[in-house]
């Protein structure tokens, strides 16, 4: 009854409303949880354009009796955007910076404004945004101010509260206040206010000039040293402003706004202090330790120093950044095992003088016995250290089965002085209970981020949870301590707050939410009044999984639903194209959470796991948040829980398949090797059938396919018939066999041509053996069980030749990408080995010249000395899979050719998905973000290189220029 008065109200409010609203299924599905523990689904998800859109909302909530729960990146650990009322999304239409003045150094913007995006405009202006989180490239500052944000140098930055200058926000009765610096005439007029602005002011008045109020609050709150205290609402901070404390800064309410998670008001602008950029002579000494309690003695001796940031990684965290493509590559400075590394950073105006710290430092470290390892990062180096370091929360689901390193008590502040003793403590009570613990993070700041390991499906361990909570809020309290250091309360820690902040000071927190939104429109049941926190968790306890039977398989993830369990909701799919990266590419074009990884996972889990049909796939509501996934694989790597959801897709794809048959389209483009064999036998006549102006008018719609497209022409042979005519001649050198992939046999041929004479006349013998096609088209429609068999074939074919000495070698990065990437998971266990084997030893071409020419097999003097200036574009999965520094390696090895790469994520193409009528306009919208710009800026004669067909297709589509492979490039320079 409520859902449907809710829905009418909704629809009366959708005709004056600018922005989406959505109440189906699947949409408030993905909405249902954020990055914490909590599930709970709401009643409708709103995406508002402007203020005028929220003050509807708000209109509405007061009149038909729903709450509206604020919701930037979705990136909360305590469940503060989790609610069962309307979310109010502002993530994609709120994202403007509105005013820019540098003589003052502050900046004005909208809730939706990332971080990073907005620390990137700032630049060129020498100012910055002082407080950064791990989550920067995602994180908003709206969500920043929610949980008073600090990040990795809050040491010298404190948090968003301390950078918050003015808010403008509209209250809960729908009027718009703004909140900034108060002086005592000011304060007073406002408190007479007859308004309810002036019951907010006056309320608070009554609240701090009371005496034993004072004395409460000073009493009971963190002490004021800790710089990460983030409990309750911060009345204790505004104590000590004027006019309630003598000689002290002028009262701002925006203060107290920061960290209140949305439940006061509703902000509309920020108005941010912005800071000088830090100096440039910096570096990171990440010391190793043989023990956590080590490393936090070592951390007090490291503050005499005045580094910027101290934060540790122990060894766990560190362990499983081993099983994460991208993070694995970032682990050069780890030498052994160490139990923990302390990563200190100086930022001094010279390197003289942060040379002089780090020699001090070291050297009263090794005096004191602490510390074993002492490797110095400096330059570019050092980003991939904090990759490292904030990839930590990610890849902690990356720790197999049901038992993970949960957030509870990851937000807990004590002075460092005490952090040694407060761990001890902390660790014998984890003892009594026979469980282990994930440390990292702020340890410069007193800040732990300290995350048990329970099996929140486990009905005991749900209890465990509540228990180790209050415990550790008990042992918090005992050292003056914040229980929320930057992470907030939500639903996680509210219950507690009585307990750290007193019952008497509580009553005055509930006041203030009571003056501010007597109707408890604004987030409920967050901060105060919060359900006991072990309840409305992502997973029911007791919930007994499935098995669900598969194609791929899964054991490594213990089963497809733990696979996709493995999303902790980070969110670090909701790259921007400014931000960079490569995940998700249709995220990036659409900016809607519904096209981001992150949505798809959690509707996969969601179906699996509730779904009552003897095939759980068969959900329409997977289907249509998958379809946008271009099957790039930048998830495998990109996302710090290796969540891959090209795979998930393509299993997904088979079973519902099975369900509800194929679409004929689907059958065809991966059957597209067979349709090309047939068209072979007269290649021109296909050719002109296909692309003639006149017959791809009826052809193309026929297909499903947009008719914006040219479609891909066979050249005038395949390649296996040239190379049985035109075989080059046996040389003395090492025999290498090339991978006839299915696209370089019938379409690129021409470039499988030239790689086999440049690699001839580098004097290689090159075999072309006997297989068939890779089974890319089929992986990436769904025929699992056609790709299976062609898995099979190729290993039983090509296992027997291959070896380090007789390596397999492929032009086309998808389809040679198939063999290290998907096959050994595809055959059963029995042909695991081979297939493990043939992985090891495949290569693209471009991997294989890069290292033989490393190791100087060839070199400089077989090219031409001619200068060149080349731009690169990088295919998804070789990017993801491999790496493009082999293709930069080789494009730059003529003496005069300069190549650089594009900063582009995903073309935009991804095999079939640009063709498709559906899907044209977003796959376009891919290529205008980076890759269309950029070929387009480039001068006349830079020669543009990319490796994929598809790449190659999608620019000649975007830009009308050509791309050419890289062996082409080089075949053209041979001398």
């Not at 890759?931 to 067909?949: D, R």
């Amino acid at each position: 009854m409520r859902e449907s008065k809710l829905y009418k109200a909704l629809a009366q409010l959708e005709i004056n409303f600018k922005g989406d609203i959505h109440i189906d299924d699947a949409t408030r599905l993905i909405y249902a949880t954020d990055a914490s523990a909590y599930r709970e689904k709401p009643l409708a998800v709103a995406l508002p354009r402007d203020a005028a859109d929220i003050k509807l909302l708000i209109q509405s909530a007061k009149a038909n009796g729903f709450s509206l729960i604020p919701r930037a990146a979705g990136t909360s650990l305590a469940g503060q955007v989790v609610g069962n009322g309307v979310i109010v999304d502002i993530s994609r239409y709120m994202t403007q910076i509105i005013e820019l003045n540098t003589n003052e150094r502050w900046v004005r913007v909208q809730p939706g404004v990332i971080l990073s995006e907005l620390n990137k405009y700032l630049e060129p202006h020498g100012l910055f945004f002082g407080p950064e989180t791990s989550t920067a490239n995602r994180c908003m500052m709206g969500g920043m101010l929610g949980n008073n944000a600090c990040g990795a140098h809050s040491l010298v930055y404190g948090s968003t509260r301390d950078h918050t200058l003015e808010i403008k926000a509209l209250l809960s009765d729908g009027s718009e206040a703004i909140f900034g610096e108060l002086d005592n005439e000011s304060f007073q007029q406002k408190c007479v206010q007859n308004d309810l602005e002036g019951q907010i002011y006056k309320t608070l008045n009554e609240i701090l000039s009371d005496p034993i109020n004072q004395q409460q609050i000073r009493t009971e709150y963190p002490e004021t040293s800790i710089k990460r205290r983030n409990t309750g609402y911060a009345i204790d901070l505004l104590l000590e402003t004027l006019p309630f404390t003598a000689n002290a800064p002028k009262i701002n309410l925006s203060k107290l706004m920061a960290g209140s998670e949305g439940t006061l008001a509703f902000t509309t602008e920020i108005k941010l202090n912005l800071v000088p950029l830090p100096p440039k002579a910096k570096a990171l000494v990440c010391v190793h330790f043989e023990s956590i309690i080590n490393a936090l003695k070592a951390n007090l001796i490291a503050l005499k120093f005045q580094p910027v940031s101290v934060e540790l990684m122990d060894k766990t965290v560190m362990d499983l950044t081993k099983e994460n493509i991208e993070q694995a590559k970032n682990r050069f400075f780890v030498k052994g095992d160490p139990e923990a590394i302390l990563i200190v950073e100086f930022a001094e105006a010279d390197f003289e003088t942060t040379d002089q710290k780090i020699a001090a430092m070291e050297s009263a470290m090794r005096e004191a016995g602490l510390g074993n390892h002492f490797p110095v990062v400096k330059g570019a180096d050092m980003t991939r250290v904090w990759d490292l370091r904030k990839a930590g929360l990610g890849v902690l689901n990356n720790m197999p089965g049901d038992a993970k390193p949960v957030p509870v008590i990851e937000d807990t502040a004590v002075s460092p002085a005490v952090l040694p003793d407060y761990i001890r403590e902390f660790d014998a009570m984890l003892s009594r209970y026979n469980k282990k613990c994930v440390y990292y993070a702020h340890v410069a700041t007193g800040e732990l981020h300290l995350r048990p390991v329970l099996n929140l499906k486990d009905p005991d361990d749900v209890e465990l949870f509540y228990t180790i909570a209050r415990e550790t809020a008990l042992l918090v309290k005992k050292y003056k301590g914040s229980l929320s250091g930057e992470h907030g309360d939500g639903r996680l820690r509210g219950e507690f707050i009585p307990l750290m902040v007193g019952e008497h000071n509580y009553a005055l927190l509930k006041k203030i939410k009571e003056s501010w939104d007597p109707q408890h429109i604004f987030n409920p049941n967050k901060i105060v009044d919060t359900p006991k926190m072990n309840t409305s968790l992502r997973y029911a306890p007791g919930q007994q999984d499935k098995t669900i039977n598969t194609i791929f398989d899964w054991s490594k993830d213990q089963g497809i639903l733990r696979a996709a369990e493995k999303c902790n909701g980070t969110a670090a799919c909701r790259k921007t194209e400014v931000t960079g990266g490569t995940m998700c590419p249709s995220y990036m074009a659409t900016r809607n959470e519904k096209h981001s990884t992150r949505a798809r996972a959690n509707i996969l889990r969601e179906m699996l796991t509730n779904s009552t049909k003897q095939n759980p796939f068969d959900h329409p509501e997977i289907y249509e948040v998958m379809d946008l996934c271009l099957s790039c694989k930048a998830c495998k790597s990109e996302c710090p829980s290796s969540v891959d959801v090209a795979k998930l897709k393509a299993e997904f794809l088979q079973h519902y398949y099975d369900a509800n048959g194929a679409p004929i389209r689907a059958k065809m483009i991966a059957n597209i090797i067979q349709i090309n064999k047939l068209g072979s036998i007269w290649p021109a006549f296909t050719n002109l059938m296909m692309n003639n102006p006149v017959t791809s008018k009826v052809v193309m719609p026929l297909l499903g396919f947009a008719q914006e497209r040219s479609l891909p022409t066979l050249y005038k042979t395949t390649l296996d018939k040239w190379f049985k005519k035109n075989k080059p001649v046996k040389t003395n050198g090492r025999k290498v066999y090339l991978f006839n992939d299915e696209f370089t046999r019938f379409n690129d041929t021409n470039i499988g041509i030239h790689a086999i004479l440049l690699l001839t006349k580098l004097g290689y013998e090159v075999v072309i053996p006997k297989h068939i096609e890779s089974g890319r088209t089929y992986l990436s429609k769904g025929f699992l069980r056609k790709a299976k068999r062609i898995a099979i074939h190729n290993i039983k074919s090509l296992s027997p030749l291959i070896s380090s000495e007789n390596p397999l070698i492929g032009i086309e990065p998808s389809a040679l990408l198939t063999f290290r990437d998907e096959y050994p998971e595809l055959v059963d266990a029995e042909m695991r080995p081979a297939a493990d084997h043939l992985a090891k030893h495949c290569f693209t071409i471009e991997e294989f010249l890069s290292h033989e020419f490393q190791k100087g097999k060839f070199s400089q003097d077989f090219f031409t000395k001619e200068k060149r200036e080349i731009l690169y574009h990088g295919h998804c999965q070789q990017k993801s899979i491999a790496s493009t520094k082999e293709a930069l390696n080789i494009l730059n090895i003529p003496e005069n050719y300069t190549a650089t790469e594009i900063k582009s994520g995903c073309c935009g193409m991804a095999g079939s998905f640009g063709y498709e009528k559906e899907h044209y306009d977003v796959s376009m919208k891919v290529g205008e973000l980076v890759l269309f710009p950029a070929v387009l800026n480039a001068s006349s004669t830079t020669i543009v290189a990319a490796s994929g067909t598809s790449c190659r297709h999608q620019i000649h589509d975007g830009t009308q220029k050509d791309a050419l492979h890289p062996v082409e490039i080089l075949y053209q320079a041979l001398r």
